[in-house]
């Protein structure tokens, strides 16, 4: 079973630049998450989506951060513009369903560096 | 408010045990996660637990106590490996866990 995959793995911009990164999840799952985790910091949730529509997006600074998830596969989460302290490592989790139990699977992440 | 509490650092011997506390105060309980995560990678899931009491996995066991808000995961013969963070979730309410910022083992040989 194929996992959850994101892209880019890395990336490096300046601050007030764009930035959008990209999570494919595990075929089926409905629930998919996406996580900032800061250095020495557990995952932070930013939004959850069930199939294609938004769960919790209390913790997401919806001024510079927006995500979506058109047709309840892929979703895109984008920061614009970026700020300093929005350098993280950006989790993308899904979940078959949000019954118990939901055990996440995440993807490798994408490290992003703001100078 | 949510608030899960770890220590932040253990060391442990190879072959030795080792038990990482977890204490959490959320609003809402539908169970807890052990996930574990080695350095630059992602969090992988070890454990979840809804009821009080201790699931056996392994080298790997949880315990729960829902009337304290106490968790704790117990790592046996411990082995190089196992050095990485260790985090523990808290699913308040439907599909949505809470994550404390994790416990680094480092285990010496």
């Known amino acids: 079973e194929a996992g959850v995959a994101q892209s880019p793995r890395y990336k490096i911009i300046e601050k007030r630049q764009s930035v959008a990164f990209w999570c494919n999840p595990i075929s089926g799952h409905a629930t998919l998450y996406w996580y900032q985790q800061i250095l020495g910091q557990g995952p932070k949730l930013l939004i959850q989506f069930q199939n294609n529509g938004v769960v919790d997006d209390s913790q997401l600074p919806k001024d510079r951060f927006s995500a979506e998830r058109l047709k309840g596969v892929d979703s895109t989460l984008k920061i614009q513009p970026a700020k300093l302290e929005d350098s993280a490592v950006y989790l993308c989790a899904s979940s078959f369903s949000p019954l118990l139990p939901n055990e996440q699977f995440f993807g490798p992440g994408t490290r992003l560096t703001v100078l | 408010g949510q608030n899960i509490d770890q220590p932040t650092e253990m060391t442990a011997t190879e072959g030795a045990i080792v038990q990482i506390n977890c204490t959490y105060q959320?609003?809402?309980?539908?169970?807890l996660f052990w996930y574990q995560q080695h350095a630059g990678e992602a969090p992988t899931f070890l454990s979840y637990n809804v009821l009080d009491g201790l699931e056996e996995k392994g080298r790997f066991s949880s315990f729960l106590s829902r009337s304290k808000g106490y968790s704790y995961l117990l790592l046996k013969e411990l082995q190089m490996k196992d050095s990485a963070s260790y985090l523990c979730?808290?699913?308040?309410?439907?599909?949505?866990?809470?994550f404390g910022d994790g416990t680094t083992l480092t285990v010496k040989p």
């Open positions: 959320t609003s809402g309980f539908n169970g």
């Open positions: 979730a808290v699913r308040v309410d439907a599909g949505k866990s809470t």
